[in-house]
Antibody, heavy 121, light 103 residues
Framework: EVHLVESGGGLVQPGGSLRLSCAASGFTLSTYWMSWVRQAPGKGLEWVANINQDGTANLYMDSMEGRFSISRDNAKNSLYLQINSLRADDTAVYYC??????????????WGQGTLVTVSS | EIVLTQSPATLSLSPGERAILSCRASQSVSDYLAWYQQKPGQAPRLLIYDTSNRATGIPARFSGSGSGTDFTLTISSLEPEDFAVYYCQQGKTFGQGTKVEIK
């Protein structure tokens, strides 16, 4: 059974950094594109970034490029999201998700339960 | 950049009724149009991909259709567990969501 478990969220001060992790199990991580999607409290879904199977191609939402960095370690069955210079509007639940097929524009068929990032002083 | 506009924002219906949710794109999009269901405190669940294909385990009462800029998610007969928020997605863009609530 496919499982995605995010961790690393928490309370962080504005300007700080955070590294989110996503542990994957039940499938071969190295054969899938993966995504991070976030959801601010009471708001809709917002795509953050995608990464291809071997980590050589990263795609980011235009407004996030530079502060966000997606990476993966297939040997550790893990996906990561580094967020720097955190701002209050980065406060959200961050989900990792598996992309359905070998296309960065595709839907995501499995999602983790999310990890909450709160940016506040 | 593509914008997806969902309507209505809220749909108030009773169990057993048909729900029709709309997703309109600002420009013609490929068939990689997906629909998700999200309940409070839960992650999104994939319902439909490629406009009209049901994801694994999704009941037949959920169906998707459309092309070009206009897409529809239909729930033929609402079950109590179907009251939730629904999002469409194309590539990097999500719609703002439609809440289906009990009338």
């Amino acid at each position: 059974e496919v499982h995605l478990v995010e961790s690393g969220g928490g309370l962080v001060q504005p300007g700080g950094s955070l590294r989110l992790s996503c542990a994957a199990s039940g499938f071969t991580l190295s054969t899938y594109w993966m995504s991070w999607v976030r959801q601010a409290p009471g708001k809709g879904l917002e795509w953050v970034a995608n990464i291809n199977q071997d980590g050589t191609a990263n795609l980011y939402m235009d407004s996030m490029e530079g502060r966000f960095s997606i990476s993966r370690d297939n040997a550790k069955n893990s996906l990561y999201l580094q967020i720097n210079s955190l701002r209050a509007d980065d406060t959200a639940v961050y989900y990792c998700a598996r992309v359905l097929r070998d296309n960065s524009n595709d839907a995501s068929d499995y999602w983790g339960q999310g990890t909450l990032v709160t940016v506040s002083s | 950049e593509i914008v997806l506009t969902q309507s209505p924002a809220t749909l108030s219906l009773s169990p057993g009724e048909r729900a029709i949710l709309s997703c309109r794109a600002s420009q013609s999009v490929s068939d990689y149009l997906a629909w998700y269901q999200q309940k409070p405190g839960q992650a999104p669940r994939l319902l439909i991909y490629d406009t009209s294909n049901r994801a694994t385990g999704i009941p037949a009462r959920f169906s998707g259709s459309g092309s070009g800029t206009d897409f529809t998610l239909t729930i033929s007969s609402l079950e109590p567990e179907d009251f939730a928020v629904y999002y469409c997605q194309q590539g990097k863009t999500f719609g703002q969501g439609t809440k289906v609530e009990i009338k």
